[in-house]
């Protein structure tokens, strides 16, 4: 009974959404530790986010733990919490998914990025503290992918 | 090399996606749009208006939904005051059903726009102005016969909660300039859905 509460455990990923501020956001990516962070933007009901995160998935999965972190921040509205949990424990999405905590877009999205319009999705690389690549838009598979070996092979 | 050659090329694709749009103090071009009243609208019909809050809207967007109640009240509030609020809806029908035509005039009349909802079908008004999203707002002032942008960006500080509201942007800016004066936070950003334009 225990081995398979464990099993579908293991199976269902990363099934926790943390709550998180921007500040406690920038913490999570700023590490010097030669990880390449891909924080990608998204919402569950913003269907060309939706429609790229299997990308996303993948890129966590194939590539290197140690090389590679996906990192998913939604930015649903907060009474949608429960909706978020469920989006991602059905998908059983194994990247690491947070829940912004910010009301004051204007505040934070020149934060991440100047030139972000504030139009989602939209991706940013970070390595060893400091910003590499920001995107606005979305990718596919073969972008990402050409995109995350770039900036880790410079 | 080629490492270098393939950033290059992925960095240009990127860039290219970029609007160039208007930015604050250039002049913007009318258009002729139709309305889901069954009218066309160009700005030019508004021979008193002292200026317009042009809002790049859409039926389908969250963000767009949670502003709708706003954007009718911008109106009521304004339009009595010369600045009339000129809603236009520039997404791909084919990627969104939901903003079809059709399902804008139903969502017109269901949510009692006092407003003009237009269609952008060719999306080269979205274009000229350089909205990324929806809602995004453009504040212009009549100058000289010439119409002048002097705000963009957001409604108010805060999506989700209207209560939350904590500085409502484009009043601010209208009133500056209904004050004569010039308006003190010109851009502002919020989130949005972006603009879904049609593919090639």
């Keep these: 009974m225990l081995s398979l509460f464990l099993a579908a455990q293991i199976i269902s990923g990363t099934t926790t959404v943390q709550e998180v501020s921007l500040q406690q956001l920038q913490n999570t990516f700023s590490q010097k530790d030669d990880i390449l962070y891909v924080v990608n933007f998204w919402a569950t009901w913003c269907k060309p986010c939706v429609g790229e995160l299997p990308y996303f998935e993948n890129a966590n999965k194939n590539f290197p733990a140690d090389k590679v972190k996906v990192i998913l921040v939604s930015l649903d509205f907060p009474k949608e919490k429960e909706r978020l949990k469920t989006f991602v424990s059905k998908r059983e999405m194994a990247s690491t998914v947070y829940h912004l905590n910010e009301t004051n877009a204007n505040v934070y999205i020149n934060k991440i990025d100047s030139s972000w319009s504030g139009a989602i999705p939209?991706?940013?690389f970070y390595k060893n503290g400091k910003k590499v690549l920001f995107h606005e838009g979305e990718f596919n598979q073969q972008e990402l992918d050409s995109i995350i070996n770039n900036l880790n092979n410079k | 090399?080629?490492?270098?050659?393939?950033?290059?090329i992925v960095f240009f694709a990127l860039c290219s996606f970029k609007q160039p749009g208007y930015e604050v103090g250039d002049n913007v071009a009318d258009f002729s749009l139709p309305s889901t009243n069954g009218k066309t609208v160009a700005l030019a019909d508004y021979k008193d208006a002292k200026g317009f809050i042009v809002v790049f809207t859409c039926n389908h967007c969250p963000f767009a939904k949670k502003y709708e109640t706003r954007i009718n009240d911008l109106n009521k509030k304004y339009e009595k005051l010369g600045y009339p609020v000129i809603a236009i809806n520039p997404n791909d029908a084919a990627q969104y059903e939901e903003d079809n035509f059709e399902n804008m005039k139903k969502n017109a009349k269901a949510k009692k726009f006092t407003?003009?909802?237009?269609?952008?079908?060719?999306?080269?008004?979205?274009?000229?102005?350089?909205a990324t999203k929806t809602p995004d707002v453009f504040v212009v002032q009549k100058e000289n016969g010439k119409l002048v942008l002097k705000y963009t960006g957001a409604i108010d500080d805060n999506t989700d909660s209207e209560k939350g509201v904590k500085e409502k942007y484009v009043e601010k800016a209208i009133d500056a300039l209904l004050g004569g004066k010039s308006v003190e936070t010109a851009s502002t950003k919020a989130v949005g859905c972006s603009i879904k334009w049609k593919k090639a």
């Design chain 1, 122 to 124: 939209a991706t940013v």
């Design chain 2, 1 to 8: 090399m080629k490492n270098i050659t393939l950033i290059a």
């Design chain 2, 115 to 130: 407003f003009p909802y237009l269609h952008d079908e060719t999306q080269a008004v979205a274009k000229a102005f350089g």
